[in-house]
């Protein structure tokens, strides 16, 4: 059991440009969270899967955002034409549905767009 | 809506105990969780509730009363490396299986 792992921990870029970021859960783990957290503040949701089932979307997630886990295994978030107002902290997290359902959570990917 | 509110800043003395609260205002209440989260990295899980009553894991305890949508963790024997920022999730059935994270609790402990 490695954790939840997240890559790249960092990413600059420039406005309008698309960025993807990638999530690999702990392996047992059948449920994956997106959750985009700014400097102060507590992680806010943005989109869960179960499986290979996206089963929630956040209205925070525009058009821009897009979210894949194809195998039921690692996730993928994209942002399209990145605005400034995407700087955020992106973390991942994952949780079995056996049990007490707790999440995990990766270290984050830092997205700074200038 | 649901509410989350902790307070935004403590200062404690190391060896000393400090007690982080945390309200909720919300129905279809589906369990709470305490995390740990030093700057610029992951939150560490380190509670759950569910129930009424008090759960302890060490130096770190959590309680919960649902009728009172109230919560609390308790921090013993503080250490310098407990400096860091402590955050209150709520799961709520009507959630699927999101946490609603309050705005976390930064504590700072001095010598």
């Known amino acids: 059991d490695t954790g939840v792992s997240q890559d790249p921990r960092h990413k600059i870029t420039k406005r309008g440009q698309n960025v993807t970021f990638r999530c690999d859960p702990i392996s047992e783990h059948n449920r994956l969270y997106w959750y985009r957290q700014t400097l102060g503040q507590g992680p806010e949701f943005l989109t869960y899967?179960?499986?290979?089932?996206?089963?929630?979307k956040s209205r925070l997630l525009s058009d821009r955002f897009s979210a894949e886990r194809p195998k039921g295994s690692f996730s993928t978030l994209e942002i399209q034409r990145t605005e400034q107002g995407d700087s955020a902290m992106y973390l991942c997290?994952?949780?079995?549905?056996?049990?007490?359902?707790?999440?995990?959570f990766g270290a984050g990917t830092r997205l700074s767009v200038l | 809506g649901q509410n989350i509110d902790q307070p935004t800043e403590m200062t404690a003395t190391e060896g000393a105990i400090v007690q982080i609260n945390c309200t909720y205002q919300t129905s279809g209440f589906n369990g709470l969780f305490w995390y740990q989260q030093h700057a610029g990295e992951a939150p560490t899980f380190l509670s759950y509730?569910?129930?009424?009553g008090l759960e302890e894991k060490g130096r770190f305890s959590s309680f919960l009363s649902r009728s009172k949508g109230y919560s609390y963790l308790l921090l013993k024997e503080l250490q310098m490396k407990d400096s860091a920022s402590y955050l209150c999730?709520?799961?709520?059935?009507?959630?699927?299986?999101?946490?609603?994270f309050g705005g976390g609790t930064r504590v700072l402990v001095k010598p």
């Open positions: 999730a709520v799961n709520l059935k009507a959630a699927g299986n999101k946490l609603t």
């Open positions: 997290a994952s949780s079995s549905s056996q049990g007490q359902d707790i999440q995990y």
């Open positions: 899967f179960q499986n290979e089932a996206q089963l929630e």
């Open positions: 509730n569910v129930l009424d």
